[in-house]
DNA sequence: TTGCTCACTTTCTTCAGCGAAGTTACGCTG
DNA sequence: CAGCGTAACTTCGCTGAAGAAAGTGAGCAA
């Protein structure tokens, strides 16, 4: 299910990358997959995104190998959401960068607030997105806590595989 | 000149940024650039784009502060091309990154070969995208150089303001 | 059996991408 | 000076994706 043109082929890694990432809605996703929130309902809800388009890219996300498929229960009946595989937790990486590029190179609305991405295992915030700017460690999905300030809440973040019910 | 939903007033800084990045030309273009190859027509040769489309994007990207206008000149004439601003040469490790992801986690095609990002001030090899693996440096553009050896070929990239004729 | 929730799928309209052709500016050639 | 070439866009027509909203089906619960 190619975006546009197919890039999977494309000698330079940039774009092969852009050819499955390269979609806003695509890292958003692995945004709150990687924070448990990988029911379908959650992400319609999070993100504000149509029920067309986000079944679409969630097929396309499997396809690629971003997305799993895991089961949770709702009452007693065992349902399916999705989580982060091995590749889909390594875009983290990748979104940190963008918060942190966004926290310097955009405006912060009304009201906003600096988010915070703590490394639970030192206990810091870090200033980098890919290893500890205070412990030098690179920086695992399971270690990590995002405080939103603008939420009052601070989430904490879940390795592959993993979706809270 | 939003790609679709206005995201520049979201609180979440990974929402505000792909507001200006959530676009795959918009990365490929500032990577070009980055490469010091500002030139429209240099543009759209080397990415594939149609013109109406960078076009479009050059100007959005004007408008969010990514790029600048620069002179350069055409035998005789003097002409306006492109360059990264400060911003624009900031997303230098977003798009080490998505290197990175791309070699760890896509198909090298046929023919292809691995990418090295090398940082001149210490010569190594970087296997990091934010701060030099070597070295421990923050990576700046003025000082990667990009072996493409499937072109045969190693690209140095230049820093901000910058484009070569 | 009716209703409810969740996870989709379908339909319809609008808008963006792509390819190709046209336009403008300006210097160069004959 | 008329015409040509090149770079940087703009316009046009087609097609396909985005988005909003309504419909579908599976499994419970009352």
């Known amino acids: 299910m ?3 043109s197919d890039w999977s082929t494309e000698p330079c890694p940039v774009r092969r990358s852009l050819d499955v990432v390269g979609d806003p ?12 929130r990988g029911r379908f309902d959650q992400l319609r809800d999070g993100l504000g995104i149509s029920e067309a388009v986000l079944s679409r890219r969630l097929a396309a996300m499997l396809d690629a190998g971003l997305l799993e498929r895991v089961e949770y229960a709702d009452g007693a009946r ?49 200033t980098r997105g890919e290893v500890c700017s205070a412990c030098g460690a690179p920086l695992r999905p399971e270690h990590m806590t995002w405080v939103k300030p603008w ?15």
Chains 1, 2 share one sequence.
């Open 78 to 126: 065992t349902r399916q959401g999705y989580a982060a595989t091995e590749a889909g937790a390594d875009l983290l990486p990748v979104l940190q960068q963008l918060a942190l590029w966004g926290e310097r190179h955009t405006a912060l609305p009304e009201g906003g607030a600096h988010m915070a991405m703590v490394h639970d295992t030192c206990g810091a915030e870090t």
């Open 151 to 165: 939420l009052g809440r601070s989430d904490r973040l879940v390795g592959p595989g993993t979706l809270l019910g």
């Open 2 to 4: 190619p975006l546009r």
């Open 25 to 36: 809605w695509v890292l958003l996703i692995v945004r709150d997959v990687l924070h448990g």
